[in-house]
């Protein structure tokens, strides 16, 4: 088979297609032959050569995949060869082939077409584990996401407005923003011209937002504890801002407010594997019924792998970036 390997760290002209061996599903495992794969920042820091993948997992980038089941290893039931799927991967998105421990396999929703269900899995499982399964979004809260735009945003915004929540989103442009306003985010706020933290306090009568989904990390870590409303919680995804930051524990205190940080990647496969689960369970049937969507920018052949990182570090997409295999 082919695959996008890095045989050094750089930039996205390090992203080579290659021939490599094709994997074997070990036990719980099973081969999934890649119709599509998607494009997330954590591949963007594999390629860069600070974010290796976990042990045990493929060395190719790609943290999520759509395609066919093509054999089953020792001890799996409950999926058949043929079988259109979705999944959560470690790693080993950017190939033709990829092994998926089955407890991170997903059913093509409904109404997706095949491709396009590679937008889902990575975005689903971040948010719904992080806003609902940690920081537990009520009906009603405000709900402040970073990044609106991006994949991520627009899952998050989505998922909140179906429970019931009030969104606010910064984004860096007119259109990103018009694009959040458009799957219902409330509150919108131009980053590069306003100041997120005084923006959300009018919009909120100064409660402020009841959680914060981050990207950014230590650039915002002080702002965002402001932004905080009484026992609010934020949630800490990403560090595109930096991984250092000084935290105010007496203005912690002083709101009752909690910090988390998390990711997905490294986490056991039992951990995975609840969470996959429980978005087959609340993120699939919303799915389905129409109320949330995949939002996809753009395809790219797998291939052109580094138009795709081009794409992604310029941050002119809105949503997903996909790369297609020549199955698709």
């Not at 082919?2 to 297609?17: M, Q």
């Not at 409950?78 to 959560?88: I, K, P, Y």
């Not at 689960?277 to 609340?282: I, L, N, P, Y």
Request: charged share 20%; glycine share 12%; net charge negative.
């Amino acid at each position: 088979m082919y695959a996008i390997t890095i045989p050094e760290p750089g930039g996205p002209e390090a992203l080579v297609w290659a021939e490599v061996p094709d994997p074997v599903p070990g036990e719980g495992e099973v081969l999934v032959e890649v119709v599509s794969g998607a494009v997330n920042r954590a591949d963007v820091l594999q390629r860069q050569g600070f974010y290796n993948p976990p042990p045990g997992a493929s060395p190719y980038p790609g943290l999520e995949c759509a395609g066919r089941i093509a054999a089953l290893g020792p001890g799996v039931t409950g999926w058949a060869v043929g079988d259109a799927v979705c999944a959560l991967l470690s790693g080993g998105g950017y190939a033709e082939k990829v092994a998926v421990p089955v407890g991170q396999l997903l059913p093509v929703p409904d109404g997706v077409d095949l491709a396009t269900a590679a937008a889902l899995p990575e975005v689903a499982a971040t948010v719904w584990s992080n806003v609902f399964m940690i920081a537990h979004l009520r009906p009603g809260e405000t709900l402040l996401v970073h990044g609106g735009s991006s994949g991520i945003g627009t899952m998050a915004i989505q998922l909140a407005k179906a429970v019931g929540a009030r969104v606010a989103v910064t984004a860096g442009s007119p259109q990103k923003l018009a694009a959040c306003a458009e799957l219902g985010a409330d509150i919108l706020i131009d980053y590069r011209e306003q100041d997120f933290v005084e923006e959300l306090a009018k919009a909120t009568d100064g409660a402020g937002a009841d959680v914060i989904l981050d990207i950014v990390g230590a650039k915002y870590l002080e702002r965002n504890v402001k932004a905080l409303a009484v026992n609010g919680r934020l949630a800490i995804i990403g560090l595109q801002g930096g991984v250092k930051g000084e935290l105010n524990l007496a203005a912690l205190l002083n709101k009752r407010a909690a910090v988390t940080a998390t990711s997905l990647r490294g986490r056991p496969l039992g951990e995975k594997a609840a969470i996959v689960a429980a978005v087959r369970e609340h993120v699939w049937p919303l799915i389905a019924d129409g109320v949330v969507r995949p939002v996809v920018d753009r395809t790219v052949p797998m291939r052109d792998a580094a138009e795709a990182h081009r794409v992604l570090e310029s941050s002119a997409h809105i949503g997903k970036v996909l790369l297609l295999t020549s199955e698709a």
